[in-house]
């Protein structure tokens, strides 16, 4: 193995306008000194999204590149990988009718303290199909208008994990994936509408239709019409970028500043993902 050279700089190649870039000649199985990690976070929260292509990742591999951007998470209502506790398996089999993960949502949000980040790395593709959109939160926040910039600012919603997790909720249909604690999954948290990013101090939108259920001090009607506004606001086409994902493909999201969808348009095919994601703090 050879150490990844801080003295070149991160070959970067834009996916689209408004977020997303490949990372171009890094080994992640190679040992990755200071300096390229401190490269490979600046990139992170200038694009929000990175994918490095034709990687050869074992588990433990896998695991260890997670570890560099911080303690690692287990998902409180999705089993983990037997040797693995930090990996979930995303499979979805040919005769599923969902998947995990389909639809907009930012991950976890249902948590205090929702996770930094996901790293995600193909295991088993379909032969055509099963990309991932992402969507820029602080592009969506910068283009409202002010007067609604000043309304939202200082509001706070609930979220919750249950109707994803709950039993009979969408994220527990899967043939493949075995959910837990459904009993725990209608717990509720709230997070600020508009959340401020910690390391960048920019603001984005921080609401999800996964996980966000109301705004806090709206009537029912006025949050709902709030809700389906920003939410459809936030995943405008002008916003995302869309990754295809191809065998060794490996992607890392910045949970504080996007939201994905994994799509499903590959029925009568498998399709098995790993990932892992690092602790975060508390939005603010």
Wanted: hydrophobic share 40%; charged share 20%; aromatic share 8%.
């Amino acid at each position: 193995m050879t150490t990844i050279s801080p003295a070149i700089p991160l070959d970067l190649r834009p996916i689209s306008g408004v977020l997303g870039a490949e990372v171009r000649g890094l080994d992640l199985a190679a040992p990755v000194d200071a300096a390229a990690l401190a490269a490979i976070r600046a990139a992170f929260v200038e694009h929000h999204v990175l994918v490095f292509r034709d990687q050869d990742l074992a588990p433990d591999q896998q695991i260890a590149f997670g570890r560099r951007f911080g303690e690692l998470d287990t998902h409180p209502f999705v089993e983990g990988n037997a040797d693995h506790p930090e990996i979930v398996d995303v499979i979805t089999v040919a005769d599923d009718r969902t998947n995990f993960g389909g639809g907009w949502h930012t991950d976890v949000t249902f948590l205090a303290e929702p996770d930094l980040g996901s790293i995600l790395y193909a295991v088993e593709l379909p032969p055509a199909g099963g990309d991932t959109l992402f969507a820029n939160q602080h592009a969506a926040y910068e283009a409202l208008s002010p007067t609604m910039q000043s309304m939202l600012d200082g509001l706070t919603a609930v979220h919750t994990a249950g109707p994803q997790y709950a039993e009979g909720g969408l994220s527990t249909l899967s043939k493949e994936m075995q959910t837990k604690n459904a009993s725990l999954a209608s717990n509720t948290v709230e997070h600020p509408v508009v959340r401020t990013h910690p390391e960048s101090g920019r603001k984005g939108l921080y609401v999800n239709r996964a996980f966000t259920t109301r705004i806090v001090g709206l009537h029912r009607a006025e949050s709902a019409a709030l809700l389906d506004f920003l939410c459809d606001h936030a995943t405008s086409e002008r916003f995302t970028c869309r990754v295809r994902w191809e065998p060794g493909t490996l992607t890392m999201w910045d949970n504080r500043s996007v939201q994905h969808y994994a799509l499903h348009d590959y029925a009568g095919h498998r399709r098995h993902m790993r990932r892992i994601t690092v602790k975060g703090d508390r939005p603010r």
